[in-house]
């Protein structure tokens, strides 16, 4: 697995973006993929994840019913729609595989990451 994150960048509070990760190596379309986020000083947090099947997702309470996660198992990509966007979601965003096919919150979970897009958002 090798995930490259992209799509991040500077949006307008009430905006929409959307990020979009891709397994260069086609080799985790059996995992749970999942979205996290970290600003500055503060820890790694869960956003949202994705069964193996697209069948099942979960998200973060603070972006429920704004973000959608979504996966395209034919082109080895997740996405994360961002919509309604808040300065509080200013962050560097990863994507993630789970060792699993089902994923979780726990980023002990995750067993190969992203390197992150920065995604800013203007008041």
């Known amino acids: 697995v090798q995930l490259q994150a992209f799509g991040g960048g500077l949006v307008q509070a009430g905006g929409s973006l959307r990020l979009s990760c891709t397994d260069s190596?086609?080799?985790?379309?059996?995992?749970?993929m999942g979205w996290f986020r970290q600003a500055p000083g503060r820890e790694r947090e869960f956003v949202a994840t994705?069964?193996?099947?697209?069948?099942?997702?979960d998200y973060a309470d603070s972006v429920k019913g704004r973000f959608t996660i979504s996966r395209d198992r034919a082109k080895n990509t997740v996405y994360l729609q961002m919509n309604r966007v808040k300065p509080e979601d200013t962050a560097v965003y990863y994507c993630?595989?789970?060792?699993?096919?089902?994923?979780?919150?726990?980023?002990?979970?995750?067993?190969?990451w992203g390197q992150g897009t920065q995604v800013t958002v203007s008041s």
């Open positions: 994705i069964s193996w099947n697209g069948g099942t997702t």
């Open positions: 190596r086609r080799t985790s379309s059996n995992n749970a």
């Open positions: 993630a595989a789970n060792r699993a096919a089902y994923g979780s919150s726990r980023t002990t979970t995750y067993t190969y």
